[in-house]
């Protein structure tokens, strides 16, 4: 079965300063990958997903991530955060052969300081 | 227009109660899901339907049943609430056929057990 985790449980940072939250996960197979974003008080909302091709996806906002298949990796990067960019975000892993289960990390919450 | 809306968006009951929290989607997807969020953000899947078919059951007490009339609406009726039932309960919707769809998560359904 496959699994998820986010190193990161609670990152603070100053605005400009860069981004990279950790995700690895636990699958041999085809895996498609996504993070989400959940801003205090509301839903989660995709930012971006990689399934198949180019491994650098780039998604809302800025946000992009680099699948590394030797690493069963899928970090978040953004060059530059902004203090609307407090959230909680998630990584999320399904099993490429039809699989309906999505599974989620533990979400890393992301404080930036104005 | 909200794809994907559940109600109630709060509920305050008292253990030992049956609630019913209620989703639909009309983004014309076959396949919806329950998730549970706690008060540490973790998201558990805990169910999903692809056409009124049930096709996920996670290690979830029976005390939960969810209900799909047809596949726009998926409810979730707990039985005899307990303490431990206190959380957020997202509701999702995909299109399974391509596999690579993410989740349209709706706002959340709060439900606290006094």
């Known amino acids: 079965a496959q699994s998820v985790s986010q190193h990161n449980h609670h990152v603070i940072l100053s605005e400009a300063a860069s981004l990279e939250l950790g995700c690895n996960y636990s699958?041999?197979?085809?895996?498609?990958l996504f993070w989400y974003v959940q801003y205090p008080g509301q839903h989660l909302q995709l930012l971006l997903k990689?399934?198949?091709?180019?491994?650098l996806v780039k998604g809302i906002k800025g946000f992009e991530a680099e699948f590394i298949k030797s690493k069963f990796s899928f970090n978040l990067r953004k060059p530059s955060v902004q203090w609307s960019d407090t959230a909680e975000y998630f990584c999320?892993?399904?099993?490429?052969?039809?699989?309906?289960?999505?599974?989620f990390g533990k979400g890393t919450r992301l404080h930036i300081l104005p | 227009d909200t794809a994907v809306s559940q109600t109630p968006k709060y509920l305050v009951t008292q253990m030992g109660n049956d609630k019913s929290i209620k989703c639909e989607q009309n983004?014309?997807?076959?396949?919806m899901y329950w998730y549970k969020q706690d008060s540490k953000k973790f998201l558990k899947i805990m169910f999903s339907?692809?056409?009124?078919?049930?096709?996920i059951n996670e290690t979830v007490p029976n005390r939960f049943s969810p209900k799909s009339p047809d596949k726009a609406h998926l409810n979730l009726h707990i039985n005899s609430l307990e303490l431990g039932d206190s959380a957020v309960y997202f509701c999702?919707?995909?299109?399974?056929?391509?596999?690579?769809?993410?989740?349209?998560f709706g706002e959340g359904s709060r439900l606290t057990v006094l």
């Open positions: 339907y692809n056409n009124k078919e049930l096709i």
């Open positions: 990689y399934f198949s091709g180019d491994p």
């Open positions: 999702a919707s995909r299109k399974r056929e391509s596999n690579t769809g993410e989740l349209f």
């Open positions: 999320a892993v399904n099993a490429g052969n039809r699989d309906d289960k999505i599974i």
């Open positions: 983004l014309g997807h076959d396949t």
């Open positions: 699958y041999g197979g085809t895996v498609n």
